[in-house]
C-alpha cells in the first residue's frame, strides 16, 4: 500500500522560495516516476513537475526555470524546490506517482503566494 505525505507549504511573498517533500511509503521512490501537481481554488488540478525512474525531469511550461524537482532515494522522498513564487502559483500542491493513480491522492500541502 502506497502512501505519500506532503510538507513544507505555507505563505510567502512574491518572489519567495519554498521547498516542498513527499515521503512515501510502501514503494521504492526510485522505481517509480513521480510527480508534483496543484489544484488552485476553482481550477483543475494540473501536473507541475515530473521526475522519471532514471532521474529525467520534466516540467509544466509555467513553472519551467523557476521550480526544480528531485529525490533522495535513501529518504524515500520526493521535493519541489519552488523560486520566484509568483501569486498564480497559489494552490495545494500533491505529489502522485505519474501518471498519478487516484488512490494515491493525500491531503496535500497549501502553498500561497502573497503580499
Known amino acids: 500500500q502506497v502512501q505519500l505525505v506532503e510538507s513544507g507549504g505555507g505563505l510567502v511573498q512574491p518572489g519567495g522560495s519554498l521547498r516542498l517533500s513527499c515521503v512515501v511509503s510502501?514503494?521504492?521512490?526510485?522505481?517509480?516516476?513521480m510527480g508534483w501537481y496543484r489544484q488552485a481554488p476553482g481550477k483543475e488540478r494540473e501536473w507541475v513537475a515530473l521526475?522519471?525512474?532514471?532521474?529525467?525531469?520534466y516540467y509544466a511550461d509555467s513553472v519551467k526555470g523557476r521550480f526544480t524537482i528531485d529525490r533522495d532515494n535513501t529518504k524515500n522522498t520526493v521535493y519541489l524546490q519552488m523560486n520566484s513564487l509568483k501569486p498564480e502559483d497559489t494552490a495545494v500542491y500533491y505529489c502522485?506517482?505519474?501518471?498519478?493513480?487516484?488512490?494515491?491522492w493525500g491531503q496535500g500541502t497549501q502553498v500561497t503566494v502573497s503580499s
Open positions: 521526475i522519471s525512474s532514471s532521474g529525467s525531469t
Open positions: 502522485n506517482l505519474w501518471p498519478a493513480t487516484a488512490r494515491y
Open positions: 510502501g514503494s521504492g521512490v526510485s522505481r517509480n516516476a
